[in-house]
């Protein structure tokens, strides 16, 4: 039983650089979540998509941010020209209905 | 809006305690719920979950029942160990959601030797 993976685990990048993140969800699972999580919070909803469409993406924190799902399988998260704020720990789930399962996370840093 | 509250942490015991973990919900309905739990350094992992009213969830020697007459899912153990420190997120699924969770604050819970 394979869960959710996320690629990288850990991204340090400098200010004003693009950084992409790859989700690979659970094989049987059609819906696909972002999230962040910063130190001390809750998650943070971020997208939605089912199958390949995405269905909710107004919580994009800024159009510096993006998302895709190109087949309905893995999804790619991207934040251009990212800044120090952006530092945090982005998380992927997977779902068919009702509970999510989270992959690990990947923890970005902004210097 | 739907939400969830938590009683506020860090919560901190001493191994073979007894743990209650309080949560809350508003809601319309009949959301699902669930308890999340994080590790240091790791994602969440679902712990339990409870979809009716009265059914009890249960996993790793935690549990949680759905009352829905006082709108609440505590999360209870009856022996802590050490490796259960981690924080714990009490979320709902509301009945009538496509896809949005609804998330406690979270509860960081400390169990020392």
């Known amino acids: 039983d394979t869960g959710v993976s996320q690629n990288p685990r850990h991204k340090i990048t400098k200010r004003g650089q693009n950084v992409t993140f790859r989700c690979d969800p659970i094989?049987?699972?059609?819906?696909l979540y972002w999230y962040r999580q910063t130190l001390g919070q809750g998650p943070e909803f971020l997208t939605y998509?089912?199958?390949?469409?995405?269905?909710?993406k107004s919580r994009l924190l800024s159009d510096r941010f993006s998302a895709e799902r190109p087949k309905g399988s893995f999804s790619t998260l991207e934040i251009q020209r990212t800044e120090q704020g952006d530092s945090a720990m982005y998380l992927c789930?997977?779902?068919?209905?009702?509970?999510?399962?989270f992959g690990p996370g990947t923890r970005l840093t902004v210097t | 809006g739907d939400s969830v509250t938590q009683m506020e942490g860090p919560v901190t015991l001493s191994e073979e305690a007894f743990l209650t973990i309080n949560c809350t919900y508003t809601?319309?309905?009949?959301?699902?719920l669930f308890w999340y739990v994080q590790y240091p350094g790791e994602g969440l992992q679902l712990l339990l979950k409870?979809?009716?009213a009265d059914d009890k969830g249960s996993n790793k020697g935690f549990e949680a029942t759905y009352r829905k007459e006082t709108t609440s899912f505590h999360l209870e153990k009856g022996s802590v160990q050490v490796s259960d420190s981690a924080v714990y997120f009490c979320?709902?699924?509301?009945?009538?959601?496509?896809?949005?969770?609804?998330w406690g604050a979270g509860t960081k819970l400390i169990i020392k030797p």
């Open positions: 789930a997977s779902s068919t209905l009702g509970e999510q399962y």
């Open positions: 979320a709902l699924f509301p009945w009538d959601s496509n896809y949005q969770l609804i």
């Open positions: 094989s049987e699972h059609n819906r």
């Open positions: 409870a979809t009716k």
């Open positions: 998509f089912q199958n390949e469409a995405q269905l909710e």
């Open positions: 809601a319309t309905g009949y959301p699902s």
